[in-house]
C-alpha cells in the first residue's frame, strides 16, 4: 500500500497520482496521524517555532542584555517585587538548604 493523492484534471480527462511522503520518510510528515487526513500541521509547526524565535529575539533586542545563566535569572526574578512572597520564601528555603550542604 501506497498512499496517494488523485490530481483529477476534468478539462483534459486526465487523472495524475501524486505520492504522499509515509511519516517515516525524511520528509515533512503531511499525514495527520489520527485520522490519515493530509495536513498542513507540518507548516504551522515550522511558522509556530519561527515565531517563538523571532518574539526571543525581540525580547534581547529590546531589554538590551541576556544571561544565560541560571544563577542570574533565578537571582532577577527573585528580586521582581510582583513575585508572590510564598513562592520566592519557598524558593529561598530551598536555595538555603542547598548553599548548607556545600
Do not use: H
Request: charged letters at 30%.
Amino acid at each position: 500500500y501506497e498512499c496517494k493523492i488523485a490530481l483529477v484534471d476534468t478539462d483534459a480527462n486526465t487523472v495524475e497520482w501524486i505520492p504522499v511522503p509515509d511519516p517515516g520518510d525524511s520528509g515533512p510528515n503531511l499525514l495527520d496521524s489520527k485520522s490519515g487526513v493530509v495536513t498542513d500541521r507540518y507548516l504551522r509547526e515550522a511558522e509556530e517555532r519561527s515565531e517563538k524565535v523571532d518574539a526571543f529575539l525581540a525580547s534581547v533586542t529590546s531589554s538590551g542584555t541576556v544571561s544565560l545563566s541560571y544563577r542570574d535569572n533565578l537571582q532577577k526574578k527573585l528580586d521582581d517585587k510582583n513575585m508572590n512572597p510564598r513562592v520566592r520564601d519557598e524558593v529561598l528555603g530551598i536555595l538555603n538548604g542547598l548553599n548548607k550542604e556545600k
